[in-house]
């Protein structure tokens, strides 16, 4: 994908912050007859029980889950959720330094955008996996909305060439 060299930063720092706002995965299901959703973040499961009183049915982090009392702890599937999001917090810490920084992160050997969507997209297949089991093992449906979204936007980070506009060469007159 071709972008305008003053526009690559924004584009990666932009893509890091909205896969942290989208959730990597929602799931819903019946239970009692009653529909609940779980929206899966990067460090945090959201639980809502439209008019259901379910125990447990508060935040959840990802170093919890294994506590969690409406799954049964599935222990691959929250290593991966965890590394998944440990990658990602330093997607965003980069993201972060990249937008209050710009031009001391574009001086370091890595291209910053490039970079980016290597973490992304490491983020995204661990988080891929973590999906797959909970799949299996978790009732409902599961539609991988942000993992999917973290991928393509990881991959286009990483396929990014920076070109210059042809009036940035043209003398000043």
Do not use: K
């Amino acid at each position: 994908m071709w972008v305008r060299s003053e526009y690559a930063g924004e584009l990666a720092v932009l893509s890091t912050w909205l896969c942290g706002l989208v959730p990597w995965a929602v799931t819903w299901g019946a239970i009692r007859e009653s529909t609940i959703y779980f929206f899966w973040f990067h460090a945090i499961n959201l639980l809502f029980t439209p008019g259901i009183d379910l125990p447990g049915s508060r935040p959840v982090w990802v170093w919890g889950f294994l506590d969690f009392p409406i799954y049964n702890g599935e222990t691959d599937a929250t290593i991966l959720w965890l590394a998944g999001t440990a990658v990602f917090a330093v997607a965003f810490a980069l993201s972060v330094a990249y937008y209050a920084d710009e031009e001391r992160v574009q001086s370091m050997a890595v291209d910053p955008v490039r970079a980016l969507g290597g973490l992304l997209t490491v983020s995204g297949l661990l988080l891929g996996g973590a999906y797959v089991l909970l799949v299996q093992n978790l009732p409902g449906t599961t539609i991988p909305v942000g993992l999917l979204l973290q991928l393509v936007l990881g991959v286009v980070l990483i396929q990014t060439e920076r070109v210059e506009r042809d009036d940035d060469h043209a003398p000043a007159g």
